[in-house]
């Protein structure tokens, strides 16, 4: 699953799993459920699509309002095991409250992943670019490059060896 969905759906649940209201202060920690399991047979998935009113789009994998933060035992513990239909019902009853809030966290990523590449490029056609200017953006991209990590500025590298193939590192980062 992709990174910047995992942070969007963390950051909606204000950093906590679902299951036991645990606060999940590290990001490498956490899992992604699926509240109603991935291995569900398609006879009981459309029982249950039509039981909970998820709608004719509504994909076990993919949908938004399957998937819920959780703690590697909290996860571990349900398994492929499906929540008896009273819990699944509430838990993806506050999945679907927190939807809007995980699109709107995922555009702001986005938006912000393709501010810093237009300023890159922007900085990189003028024509006063500085040893100065180029460390900064290479540094910001460094630090940006795991935005998930909360230790991200902190491990980030602050030195920065002026040589030929520093250009080259900066093109490299803008095309990710």
């Known amino acids: 699953m992709d990174d910047n969905l995992r942070y969007a759906i963390w950051q909606a649940h204000d950093r906590r799993c679902l299951y036991t209201g645990e606060y999940l202060e590290d990001f490498k920690a956490l899992e992604i459920d699926h509240i109603i399991p991935e291995s569900t047979p398609a006879d009981i998935l459309a029982e249950k699509i039509r039981i909970h009113n998820l709608g004719s789009d509504f994909n076990v994998k993919t949908s938004l309002t399957n998937l819920a933060p959780s703690t590697r035992l909290a996860n571990a513990k349900k398994g492929k095991e499906p929540f008896p239909l009273h819990r699944e019902t509430y838990y993806l009853e506050i999945v679907s409250r927190k939807v809007e809030r995980v699109k709107a966290n995922l555009a702001k990523i986005k938006?912000?992943?393709?501010?810093?590449?237009k300023w890159l490029i922007e900085t990189k056609s003028g024509n006063d670019f500085r040893f100065e200017e180029e460390f900064e953006v290479y540094r910001n991209l460094t630090i940006s490059e795991y935005p998930h990590d909360p230790n991200h500025y902190f491990m980030s590298n602050t030195e920065l060896r002026f040589n030929a193939f520093?250009?080259?590192?900066?093109?490299?980062?803008?095309v990710v």
């Open 166 to 174: 520093l250009r080259v590192v900066i093109r490299s980062l803008v």
């Open 111 to 117: 938006a912000q992943q393709l501010q810093k590449r």
